[in-house]
T-cell receptor, first 115, second 115 residues
Framework: EAQVTQNPRYLITVTGKKLTVTCSQN?????MSWYRQDPGLGLRQIYY???????DKGDVPEGYKVSRKEKRNFPLILESPSPNQTSLYFC??????????????FGPGTRLTVT | SQQGEEDPQALSIQEGENATMNCSYK?????LQWYRQNSGRGLVHLIL?????REKHSGRLRVTLDTSKKSSSLLITASRAADTASYFC???????????????FGKGTELSVKP
C-alpha cells in the first residue's frame, strides 16, 4: 500500500532533549516536506527536499534540522526542543513539484508536546 | 507569509445543502490545490486546478479559479455528514519569493454538516 509513515505518532518530551521524528515513503517520490499545524495558523512549511541531498528552508525553519540521505526517508530533527515547538507535525511527499503541480501525500501526523 | 486565505473560517450547514468555500491568494500562481483534513489526521488531496483552467469537477466537487481576482472556490454539492472536515487551499510558491517546492497552505475552512 502506498503510504507515508511517521514515527512516533505521539511524543511528550522536555525542553532541550534532542529528538527525531522519522518520515518514510514507499512511492519513490523525489519531493518530501515537513509541516507544522497550529490552531489559527494553518499549515506552515518547515523544510522541504527536492531530492536526495537537496534540502531547503520553508517558512518556519528555525529550531529544526532535516536530512535526506536516502530517497525514502526524511527525518525531522529538533536539536533542543522548546515549548513553542509543541505542535502537530506532518510529513508529505510527491513526485517532483513542477509548474503543472502535483498532489501531496500526507503522513498521519505526529503530535509533539514539549514541557 | 500566508499565501492562501480561506473564507469563511467556519461553515455549518444541513445535510443535502451545498457548501461553498473560497480561497484568495496574493501573487501569481502556477496551480492551486484543495485538500481535506479530518480532525487531527493527515490531509488528503481533493483536486488540482492549473492557472490556465477556469473550472474543474470531480464527483460532487466543483472548483473554479479566477486568476484576475486571485481567488478560487470549492463547491461541495448535496453535502453529507461525512463531508464534515477542514478544507485547505494550497498554492505553489514559485512567484512568492520562494523557490520551487515551497507549497503554501491557507488556514482552512471548518465545515460542519449536520444530519
Amino acid at each position: 500500500e502506498a503510504q507515508v509513515t511517521q514515527n512516533p505518532r505521539y511524543l511528550i518530551t522536555v525542553t532541550g532533549k534532542k529528538l527525531t521524528v522519522t518520515c518514510s515513503q514507499n512511492m519513490n517520490h523525489e519531493y518530501m516536506s515537513w509541516y507544522r499545524q497550529d490552531p489559527g495558523l494553518g499549515l506552515r512549511q518547515i523544510y522541504y527536499s527536492m531530492n536526495v541531498e537537496v534540502t531547503d528552508k520553508g517558512d518556519v525553519p528555525e529550531g529544526y534540522k532535516v536530512s535526506r540521505k536516502e530517497k525514502r526517508n526524511f527525518p525531522l530533527i529538533l536539536e533542543s526542543p522548546s515549548p513553542n515547538q509543541t505542535s502537530l507535525y506532518f510529513c508529505a511527499s510527491s513526485f517532483t513539484l513542477g509548474t503543472g503541480g502535483v498532489e501531496q501525500y500526507f503522513g498521519p501526523g505526529t503530535r509533539l508536546t514539549v514541557t | 507569509s500566508q499565501q492562501g486565505e480561506e473564507d469563511p473560517q467556519a461553515l455549518s450547514i444541513q445535510e443535502g445543502e451545498n457548501a461553498t468555500m473560497n480561497c484568495s491568494y496574493k501573487t501569481s500562481i502556477n496551480n492551486l490545490q484543495w485538500y481535506r483534513q479530518n480532525s487531527g489526521r493527515g490531509l488528503v488531496h481533493l483536486i488540482l486546478i492549473r492557472s490556465n483552467e477556469r473550472e474543474k469537477h470531480s464527483g460532487r466537487l466543483r472548483v473554479t479559479l479566477d486568476t484576475s481576482k486571485k481567488s478560487s472556490s470549492l463547491l461541495i454539492t448535496a453535502s453529507r455528514a461525512a463531508d464534515t472536515a477542514s478544507y485547505f487551499c494550497a498554492t505553489d510558491g514559485m512567484n512568492y519569493g520562494g523557490s520551487q517546492g515551497n507549497l503554501i497552505f491557507g488556514k482552512g475552512t471548518e465545515l460542519s454538516v449536520k444530519p
